[in-house]
Nanobody, 123 residues
Framework: QVQLVESGGGLVQAGGSLRLSCAAS????????MGWFRQAPGKDREFVAD????????DYADSVKGRFTISRDNAKNAVNLQMNSLKPEDTAVYYC????????????????WGQGTQVTVSS
């Protein structure tokens, strides 16, 4: 089992940057694929980015490709999401999640979730 805690959210102007971090507990962090999802008010939770257990495979939603970068440090039990060129439509609660298998973009395949961190982008 793994427990996840996100940090780094906040209020930023359009065009700005934020770096989200997710700290994980547990000795098996390095065996889990990690994902970032987000949920805006009145909308379904959506996939943002994921990274395989080794960090060798990465994927992004089309809406963030070229602007967001996911990374992980297995020695520190951490996964990060660098968000650049932020847009008002990026406003959402961002969640990190852990899954035993990589390449599942649907939230239902992720059994472990953090509590979320709010990102608000003003125009």
């Amino acid at each position: 089992q793994v427990q996840l805690v996100e940090s780094g959210g906040g209020l930023v102007q359009a065009g700005g940057s934020l770096r989200l971090s997710c700290a994980a507990s547990g000795r098996t962090f390095g065996t889990y694929a990690m994902g970032w999802f987000r949920q805006a008010p009145g909308k379904d939770r959506e996939f943002v980015a994921d990274i395989s257990a080794s960090g060798g495979s990465i994927d992004y939603a089309d809406s963030v490709k070229g602007r967001f970068t996911i990374s992980r440090d297995n020695a520190k039990n951490a996964v990060n999401l660098q968000m650049n060129s932020l847009k008002p439509e990026d406003t959402a609660v961002y969640y990190c999640a852990a899954a035993p298998i990589y390449n599942n973009k649907e939230s239902r395949w992720y059994p472990y979730w953090g509590q979320g961190t709010q990102v608000t982008v003003s125009s």
